[in-house]
């Protein structure tokens, strides 16, 4: 199955400062979503992008998508402490699965830290 | 939104027993939710699509005599690990869909909080 992949595994940068984080998959999607976890907790939803959809916000965060190239990227703006975290871009292809009612494909995920 | 609940949160077993996992959707109905596997440090992996009132349908590589799957009521899933070992140690996370919304969106998946099952 697909499967996205995120860039990089690992950030580190100062408070304040923008976090861009990048996922590319592999063939056809319905929507994008990014997912952040915490260490040992489960996931929470922060934002859905169609793919007839290019750029979308939500807060301090910033979503694009680019069907042609098979990518999207998150950025966090004025990033925060309480922003440390594992971020995974998640593809949903239900259109594209043949009819089956198939459950989102995760990125290996990048994993965010804000030093404060 | 929606809330997705699982119980236990965490489990200690001794190898050879078996552990029920249940998801539950407290204020939807779904039918259809999802059991993921996540080792550490690493990304979920789907492990089986559970449909009420049918059998569930497992991804390639899975056992279906080792993780069963029922989804008995709208509302409810579980996954029952047999015989566990300590290669079964790993955190398993449920996700149910709310409802198929049409059109783009298949409806939003809500995730449970996790369980972490532990093997000795």
């Known amino acids: 199955s697909q499967q996205g992949e995120e860039d990089p595994q690992a950030l580190s940068i100062q408070e304040g400062e923008n976090a861009t984080m990048n996922c590319s998959y592999k063939t056809s999607i319905n929507n994008l979503q990014w997912y952040r976890q915490n260490s040992g907790r489960g996931l929470v939803h922060l934002i859905l992008i169609r793919s007839n959809e290019r750029e979308k916000h939500s807060g301090r965060l910033r979503v694009t998508l680019d069907t042609s190239k098979k990518s999207s990227s998150l950025l966090i703006t004025a990033s925060r402490a309480a922003d440390t975290a594992s971020y995974f871009c998640a593809t949903d292809a239900f259109l594209y699965s043949g009819g089956g009612a198939d459950g989102l494909t995760f990125g290996k995920g990048t994993h965010l830290i804000i030093q404060p | 939104g929606a809330v997705v609940s699982q119980h236990p949160s965490w489990v200690i077993c001794k190898s050879g027993t078996s552990v029920k996992i249940e998801c539950r959707s407290l204020?939807?109905?779904?039918?259809?939710m999802f059991w993921y596997r996540q080792f550490p440090k690493q990304s979920l992996m789907l492990m089986a699509t559970?449909?009420?009132?049918?059998?569930?349908?497992?991804e390639q590589g899975v056992e279906k005599d080792k993780f069963l799957i029922n989804h008995a009521s709208l509302t409810l899933s579980t996954l029952t690990v047999t015989s566990a070992h300590p290669e079964d140690s790993s955190f398993y996370i449920c996700s149910a869909r709310e409802g198929l919304a049409g059109g783009w969106d298949t409806g939003e998946l809500f995730f449970g909080e996790g369980s972490r099952l532990t093997v000795l």
């Open positions: 559970s449909n009420e009132g049918s059998k569930a349908t497992y």
């Open positions: 204020d939807f109905q779904a039918t259809t």
